[in-house]
């Protein structure tokens, strides 16, 4: 936070010992702006598809976690250890990536000090021809190493307001959704419950405001059923049998208006 402040200080000192040099050097820094530019894009990236990547993990280990006595039963442990070791590949990849971006973003900027203190120099003596004092350049070296600090906490800063950035994102699509309509009560009436000539699909395709929703589970590909007629008598034990994946949770969600 106080950057800034140290970094506007450590300029003035400088300007009393170089002269307009010194702004010479600290210019230097414009340069990697654009390149400051390119790489806050290219973090923004691999922190959205490193979450993306996380979320599918979590939710697939959420969907073994609780149906880990079917998979025992119906022996499919090595199908789903496969899927699962797929999701950490990729997550895994864009961590790596992660890594990569926010190592060569800080030796970018930690090399930035250095190369702002030789400029400075090579202009005060070559260009100016002014004769650089021992006291004058050990005085402004002392400077530009109390300047480093605050320049090496600015890349650093950057990249946690990024990655704040991407979460505010996150939680702003989650928290724009649909707002679930409730199901209303069923009167005094013995009326049974039924579904008729209905679609019904995953994730949904809502007007207005959100898309689809945007929970961790959310397919890529619609799921849908279609024309789907059923009915359950009222004081009766019905059951919905199927495989996985036929359909059967998606049409409970969907009498509950979810």
């Avoid at 480093?148 to 990655?163: C, R, S």
């Avoid at 019904?200 to 279609?226: D, H, M, N, V």
């Amino acid at each position: 936070a106080d950057s800034p402040i140290e970094i506007i200080i450590g300029t003035i000192f400088l300007y009393k010992l170089l002269g307009v040099s010194c702004f010479i050097g600290l210019a230097v820094t414009c340069i990697f702006l654009p390149l400051n530019h390119f790489a806050s894009k290219v973090v923004v990236v691999a922190q959205n598809n490193l979450m993306e990547a996380r979320d599918q993990r979590v939710a697939l280990m959420n969907e073994v976690l609780g149906a880990i006595r079917m998979l025992k039963f119906m022996a499919w442990e090595r199908s789903f250890e496969s899927r699962i070791l797929k999701v950490r590949e990729r997550e895994l990849k864009y961590q790596r990536l992660n890594y990569i971006i926010e190592t060569l973003f800080n030796s970018i900027w930690n090399a930035s000090p250095l190369l702002v203190t030789l400029v400075s120099f090579w202009h005060y003596t070559v260009i100016r021809g002014q004769v650089l004092h021992p006291s004058i350049a050990f005085t402004s070296i002392s400077v530009f190493n109390e300047l480093k600090f605050a320049l090496n906490a600015l890349p650093e800063t950057l990249i946690n307001v990024l990655q704040g950035v991407v979460s505010i994102r996150r939680i702003e699509k989650y928290l724009g959704t649909a707002e679930v309509q409730p199901v209303p009560a069923l009167d005094g009436e013995q009326r049974p419950i039924q579904i008729q000539n209905a679609t019904i699909s995953w994730p949904q395709e809502r007007s207005g405001g959100s898309s689809a929703s945007s929970a961790a589970s959310t397919p890529r590909r619609k799921f849908s059923l279609i024309d789907v007629t059923v009915e359950f008598p009222r004081g009766e034990l019905s059951l919905i049998c199927g495989k996985l994946g036929s359909g059967k949770t998606l049409l409970l969600l969907a009498m509950l208006g979810e």
